[in-house]
């Protein structure tokens, strides 16, 4: 009997949550989730409500003429299946970030070749071509992350141009909700967005800005939605240290943030007012105690008590870190918003 309580206590602290931790792993153990196929360069992790996990490919930094494809996976990491993307223009740089689904449960897709905004049915395989950001003032629009907002609008970041755009629910031409320099990036631009319920404001992350004085330092800004539909006033939450390069990021339910630094290869996490808890990995080369450092990680998705980043390696472009990885947190992530009107057609 002696022997049996021993164990018993001895497999239950085994199992208990750390101060931070998932239960059996402690806050920051990170795990290879999967391997990316070719074309590699994965972007956005996406935790679709059907249980299955997407992401999409970007290009090799030397160029490159294949067409992305976007990967399904199980929650437990085994690759099911692809779909290669259409109508891209091979000779420009181009991806597809799986940016978020409908209430049909269709991926939305953002490709920046032509800088399209496509569904995707799993269930047929068929794309959809829905909107086309469009270029303004000479520069050319880049969609990169989106998000539904109240009433089903879709908003969506765009990395060339210092505008945030929106796509009115059941379709139409994408408008220019909002405009700002604090957007206007050195090179690197608008990033991660998520709608936040409980304050109904769009979280963005904003890689570094045109300012002389603060140029290769990153942003997380907070944008009310007002009652009216209109954009509220722009806030700071958090500023990063210089060549951060904050790219997408993950809201836990507790209000803490989990943002991916693609240039020192960490992620950090801050409390809801904008405090650094805690970074994990090792600044620059971003060892993480898993076979695979951080490389350009581009974003930080809820899947349970851990986050799911996608491994970019955008700068070395080297194919043996292009993967999923796993980073145990402990705490659940905010549910995605996903409101009964979000749909494009």
Do not use: C
């Not at 399904?72 to 978020?100: C, F, I, M, N, Y």
């Not at 210092?162 to 608008?190: D, E, H, K, M, N």
Request: charged content about 20%; glycine content about 12%; cysteine-free.
């Amino acid at each position: 009997m002696t022997r049996f309580l021993a164990a018993l206590l001895a497999l239950t602290f085994l199992t208990l949550p750390t101060a931070d931790g998932a239960p059996g792993r402690p806050a920051g153990e990170t795990r290879v989730f999967a391997h990316v196929p070719s074309p590699g360069f994965p972007a956005y992790v996406y935790a679709h409500p059907n249980g299955r996990v997407y992401a999409g490919t970007y290009t090799n930094p030397n160029g490159d003429s294949t067409p992305s494809r976007v990967f399904e996976w199980t929650r437990s990491g085994t690759l099911l299946r692809s779909w290669t993307v259409p109508g891209q223009d091979l000779a420009k740089p181009h991806g597809v970030q799986v940016a978020t689904s409908d209430a049909d449960g269709r991926l939305v897709l953002l490709e920046k070749s032509t800088a399209r905004v496509l569904t995707l049915d799993v269930r047929t395989g068929r794309f959809r071509t829905q909107a086309r950001i469009p270029d303004r003032g000479g520069k050319h629009a880049i969609p990169n992350y989106a998000a539904w907002g109240p009433g089903g609008d879709l908003y969506v970041t765009d990395y060339g141009q210092a505008v945030l755009w929106r796509i009115p629910a059941g379709g139409g031409t994408p408008r220019a909700w909002y405009t700002s320099p604090a957007l206007a990036g050195a090179g690197f631009g608008t990033t991660g967005l998520v709608y936040r319920r409980t304050d109904r404001s769009l979280l963005i992350t904003q890689q570094t800005t045109a300012d002389p004085a603060d140029l290769m330092r990153g942003h997380l800004y907070r944008l009310p939605i007002r009652r009216d539909g209109r954009p509220g006033r722009l806030a700071t939450v958090w500023t990063s240290g210089v060549m951060d390069l904050p790219d997408g990021f993950g809201l836990a339910r507790s209000g803490n943030l989990y943002v991916s630094l693609l240039g020192t290869n960490q992620l950090v996490k801050l409390s809801p007012s904008g405090r650094v808890l805690r970074r994990y990995g090792t600044a620059v080369l971003g060892s993480n105690g898993s076979p695979i450092p951080f490389d350009s990680p581009s974003n930080a998705t809820f899947l349970g008590r851990r986050v799911l980043v996608a491994n970019q390696s955008a700068i070395f472009g080297d194919t043996s870190h292009h993967a999923i990885l796993d980073v145990a947190v402990g705490e659940r992530g905010a549910p995605t918003f996903l409101p009964r009107r979000a749909r494009l057609d």
